[in-house]
């Protein structure tokens, strides 16, 4: 008897599919579920604020800064190129 097994492999980062201004709030939805973090200058993953500190597809954070710098990274390290955001 043979048993086969087999598995993908996630290589992709995540992508934002949506963003947008509700209020004073800047929401940013991903495609996959990810952490994102944000600064208000240039940083690596890790050092930056966390929207939120679970997964998620939805992250919204209140809107204090003229830009935004953002990094969304998902539960298997894919993390995107860094984006500027100008709400």
């Known amino acids: 008897k ?28 991903t495609n996959e579920q990810a952490i994102c973090e944000y600064n208000d200058k240039g940083f690596v993953f890790g050092t930056g604020t966390k929207i939120t500190n679970s997964l998620s597809n939805q992250h919204s954070l209140l809107i204090s800064e003229e830009k935004f710098y953002l990094i969304c990274k998902d539960e298997f390290e894919n993390s995107m190129s860094m984006i500027i955001i100008y709400p």
Request: aromatic share 8%; glycine share 0%.
């Open 2 to 29: 043979t048993t086969e097994i087999y598995s993908t492999r996630d290589t992709k980062s995540p992508e934002i599919t949506r963003l947008y201004r509700q209020d004073d709030l800047l929401v940013i939805q």
